[in-house]
Every structure is written in C-alpha cells, then in structure tokens.
C-alpha cells in the first residue's frame, strides 16, 4: 500500500479513536477528516462511509491488541478464556470508545468484525497449540456471547470491573447446573 494512503488512513483510525471516546459514536465524516488533518474526500476515498470508518478503526484496533498479546494468548489453559481476558483487557484501555461504539449506530457492523477477527484468532491459538478444535459457530456463539455481556457491563456501568465479569462468567459455566 501506498505510504500516502497508510499515513491518511492512520490519522483517521487515530482521529476516530479521539472523537468517539470523547463525544460518542455520532461523528460525522467532516469531524473525522479535520479532527484528522485530511480532506472529506480522502476520507470517503478510503473508508466509503462513516460506518466503514467506525468497522475499519475497531478492526485495526483489535489487531494491534491481539498482535502486542500474542506471548500471553500462548500460555497454558482455556485458549477462549485467555482470549476473553485480553478483551477485557482491551475494552478496559478503550473503554469509552467501545461503550460508543458498541452501543451506538453502526454498533452491529464493529461487533461483529470483533467476532470475525476473535473467531479466528481463536481457531489459529488452539491450531499453534494442538489443542481440540471447536466449530466456527461454536466459537462465534462464545464470542458473541461474551462480547454481549461485556458490552452491558460497559453500558449500564461506568467503572464495571470487565475482568470480574470473565472470571465470574468462566466459573459459572464450569459449575455444575442445578435443576429445580
């Protein structure tokens, strides 16, 4: 790719981040190109459309985490319970920028590209690990679900601790169920 191009679409991933955390998800395309020192134009030129940008920066954000986390994703254990620590992880240090996003228009398209890109990094852990794959929709199922509860506990509380709410989940799927 062209360096031009990386640098504009950096500053706009950049400037996304910036303006959603701050004011929520509502941004528009000219707030995002000023915010990001280009012209409207070279924003839709790269990205199409203000949801694109908001898929686009919530996928580039989520590569650099699992990239940066790929020593501990390695460790010993549960490869979706490792997975849905570096998560919380990651919504704890975005944490206003997902609670727009996520909760906010265009909310659908970031959740799910968070799904593809978890699904298989999931799929590549337990294949470098040897470990017993599960299907696709299995692990999107996971994911979808953990995404959801994480979402609402970004949502409904301003200071929810995320990795509580993975441990608390994790040993409530592990215990025994009673039936009344």
């Not at 504009?8 to 000219?30: N, P």
């Not at 990001?36 to 996928?59: M, P």
């Amino acid at each position: 790719m062209d360096r031009r191009i990386e640098r504009t679409r950096r500053a706009v991933v950049d400037a996304t981040v910036d303006l959603v955390s701050r004011r929520g998800s509502h941004v528009g395309m000219t707030e995002i190109a000023q915010a990001a020192g280009v012209s409207r134009k070279a924003v839709y030129e790269n990205f199409g459309s203000r949801d694109q940008v908001l898929l686009q920066t919530t996928v580039n954000l989520l590569r650099a985490e699992l990239s940066l986390k790929s020593a501990t994703l390695s460790g010993e254990g549960d490869v979706l319970e490792r997975l849905a620590h570096t998560v919380a992880d990651h919504m704890i240090e975005y944490r206003d920028y997902y609670t727009a996003v996520l909760s906010g228009p265009g909310g659908y398209l970031a959740g799910n590209a968070l799904v593809v890109q978890l699904a298989a990094a999931c799929r590549q852990l337990r294949n470098e690990q040897h470990q017993p794959s599960t299907s696709n929709l299995q692990d999107r199922f996971m994911i979808h679900g953990l995404l959801g509860v994480l979402t609402e506990a970004l949502v409904e509380h301003d200071s929810a601790d995320l990795h509580a709410v993975v441990s608390r989940l994790y040993k409530e799927m592990a215990a025994p169920h009673r039936h009344s």
